[in-house]
C-alpha cells in the first residue's frame, strides 16, 4: 500500500518568513495530494490539493508543487503570519474520493 | 460548500455506557464517509469507511462490534462507541466524500472523553 512521509515533523518561522513541508509517496498509482490545516480542537480544514496532471498550483501565499519522477510534493506557504500557526497534513491516494494515506503532520509555528 | 457538521462536539459519559456521534454533510451528496481517531499530536488513523446503504469496512485491528457505524443516507453517517472504556477517549473525526465532491471534506471533530 501507500506509504507517505512527511518532514519536518516541527518547524518555527518568523513571521513574514517563508515555511516549506515535504512529503514523500511510495505507490505511483497515486494520482491526488491534497494538504489539509488543522487547528488545536478542530477538525482539518483542506487548503489547497493538487492533480497528478499538474506540477504547480498557487492560491495565494499558498502554493503546492508535485514531482511525479522522485514522488515528492511540497507546501510552500509565503509571508507567514501568526494565524498560519497549526498542524499540516499532507496525503495522498490513487483515486480521488477513496482512502487517503495521510502523512505524520508538521507542527508550524510562526513567531510574530 | 462542502460543509460537513458533527455532532456532538464534545461528550463525556462513564465506563460502560454507549455513544453516538453523527457526521452530516450539509451541502453535498456524501457517497462516502470516513471515520478517524487521532491522539494528541498524532496523525489521523482511519478507522472504518463506509458507504451509503452499505456495510462499512473496517481497518485492521478496529472493532467491528465495538465502533457501530451507520450509513443509512447519503447526507449521515454514525458512529457509535458502545460499551466505552477510558481508553476510548480520543478525538473523533468524520470525513465526506461524493461523486461530485472529489476529496475529503472534515468534520469539526468529536472529543470523547471516558470516565
Known amino acids: 500500500g501507500e506509504n507517505v512521509e512527511q518532514h519536518p515533523s516541527t518547524l518555527s518561522v518568523q513571521e513574514g518568513d517563508s515555511a516549506v513541508i515535504k512529503c514523500t509517496y511510495s505507490d505511483s498509482a497515486s494520482n491526488y495530494f491534497p494538504w489539509y490545516k488543522q487547528e488545536l480542537g478542530k477538525g482539518p480544514q483542506l487548503i489547497i490539493d493538487?492533480?497528478?496532471?499538474?506540477g504547480e498550483k498557487k492560491d495565494q501565499r499558498i502554493a503546492v508543487t508535485l514531482n511525479k519522477t522522485a514522488k515528492h510534493f511540497s507546501l510552500h506557504i509565503t509571508e507567514t503570519q501568526p494565524e498560519d500557526s497549526a498542524v499540516y497534513f499532507c496525503?495522498?491516494?490513487?483515486?480521488?474520493?477513496?482512502?487517503?494515506?495521510f502523512g505524520t503532520g508538521t507542527s508550524l509555528t510562526v513567531i510574530p | 460548500g462542502a460543509v460537513v457538521s458533527q455532532h456532538p462536539s464534545r461528550v463525556i459519559c462513564k465506563s460502560g455506557t454507549s455513544v453516538k456521534i453523527e457526521c452530516r454533510s450539509l451541502d453535498f451528496q456524501a457517497t462516502t464517509m470516513f471515520w478517524y481517531r487521532q491522539f494528541p499530536k498524532q496523525s489521523l488513523m482511519l478507522m472504518a469507511t463506509s458507504n451509503e446503504g452499505s456495510k462499512a469496512t473496517y481497518e485492521q485491528g478496529v472493532e467491528k462490534d465495538k465502533f457501530l457505524i451507520n450509513h443509512a443516507s447519503l447526507t449521515l453517517s454514525t458512529l457509535t462507541v458502545t460499551s466505552a472504556h477510558p481508553e476510548d477517549s480520543s478525538f473523533y473525526i468524520c470525513?465526506?466524500?461524493?461523486?461530485?465532491?472529489?476529496?475529503?471534506?472534515f468534520g469539526p471533530g468529536t472529543r470523547l472523553l471516558v470516565l
Open positions: 496525503a495522498a491516494t490513487p483515486n480521488t474520493g477513496n482512502q487517503f494515506y
Open positions: 493538487i492533480r497528478s496532471n499538474v
Open positions: 470525513s465526506a466524500s461524493g461523486t461530485r465532491v472529489q476529496t475529503q471534506y
